[in-house]
């Protein structure tokens, strides 16, 4: 893993925010459903297992159209907390009209649950049942449905013992806005401000940019 002498400071770029670009003549798809069967079989002893700290009633899969790099409307898929699913629909709804990019968004599963192997392969994934940092004993807001991870590479976890994934680490500065990279207050940040959730990239210790929670953790 690439180790860094100093980690980057909050995301401020030096550049002034390109002024969003509202999307015409395509349209935005989103729905919330109760984890059909084939999703169950494909999450049960993956991201999800007897354990958890919520149980499968509790989670829904929300499918929402997305902008892909290139430039193209996808359909991707989430299992969150059915407390946030309909938030999620309004939150990618913005992004959406503002022509944010995506660059994949597939069901952690589809990685074997490896948050690693996911980061690495760029894809926004959100509920997976696993420990905070991957160390035992503290379950993680993803563990809950309660937080999401957004273009991974674009938008690195980076600390003192280096960058995750290691491919983001051409995107550790933050001084120059590129596709699909996250900064403070810009429209991301302000989707996910407005229905109550925090972003990573403003901790204090290390910078998740890719990071949003409920609580912030």
């Given at each position: 893993?690439?180790?860094?002498?100093e980690p980057t400071a909050v995301a401020r770029p030096t550049d002034a925010p390109a002024a969003?670009?509202?999307?015409?003549?395509?349209?935005?798809?989103?729905?919330?459903?109760?984890?059909?069967?084939?999703?169950?079989?494909?999450?049960?002893?993956?991201?999800?297992?007897?354990?958890?700290?919520?149980?499968?009633?509790?989670?829904?899969?929300?499918?929402?159209?997305?902008?892909?790099?290139?430039?193209?409307?996808?359909?991707?898929?989430?299992?969150?907390?059915?407390?946030?699913?309909?938030?999620?629909?309004?939150v990618f709804r913005r992004l959406y009209r503002v022509g944010f990019p995506i660059r994949k968004?597939?069901?952690?599963?589809?990685?074997?649950?490896?948050?690693?192997?996911?980061?690495?392969?760029?894809?926004?994934?959100?509920?997976?049942?696993?420990?905070?940092?991957?160390?035992?004993?503290?379950?993680?807001?993803?563990?809950?449905?309660?937080?999401?991870?957004?273009?991974?590479?674009?938008?690195?976890?980076?600390?003192?013992?280096?960058?995750?994934?290691?491919?983001?680490?051409?995107?550790?500065?933050?001084?120059?806005?590129?596709?699909?990279?996250?900064?403070?207050?810009?429209?991301?940040?302000?989707?996910?401000?407005?229905?109550?959730?925090?972003?990573?990239?403003?901790?204090s210790s290390a910078q998740d940019y890719q990071h949003f929670s409920h609580n912030g953790r």
């Amino acid at each position: 893993m690439l180790l860094l002498a100093e980690p980057t400071a909050v995301a401020r770029p030096t550049d002034a925010p390109a002024a969003p670009q509202v999307r015409r003549g395509a349209t935005y798809r989103s729905e919330v459903l109760w984890i059909p069967p084939h999703i169950r079989e494909l999450i049960r002893g993956s991201s999800w297992r007897p354990g958890c700290p919520v149980g499968l009633r509790d989670l829904r899969l929300v499918r929402v159209t997305h902008v892909g790099f290139d430039g193209e409307d996808h359909t991707g898929r989430l299992v969150v907390h059915r407390r946030w699913a309909h938030a999620f629909e309004r939150v990618f709804r913005r992004l959406y009209r503002v022509g944010f990019p995506i660059r994949k968004m597939r069901l952690v599963d589809r990685y074997g649950a490896d948050d690693m192997r996911s980061m690495h392969a760029d894809n926004t994934s959100a509920f997976n049942c696993r420990y905070r940092d991957g160390v035992c004993c503290s379950w993680s807001m993803h563990a809950y449905g309660k937080a999401i991870d957004i273009n991974p590479v674009e938008n690195p976890y980076v600390g003192s013992w280096g960058v995750s994934p290691p491919n983001g680490a051409p995107f550790v500065d933050r001084s120059r806005r590129r596709k699909g990279m996250i900064f403070f207050h810009d429209e991301v940040w302000w989707a996910f401000h407005a229905v109550g959730w925090e972003w990573g990239g403003t901790w204090s210790s290390a910078q998740d940019y890719q990071h949003f929670s409920h609580n912030g953790r």
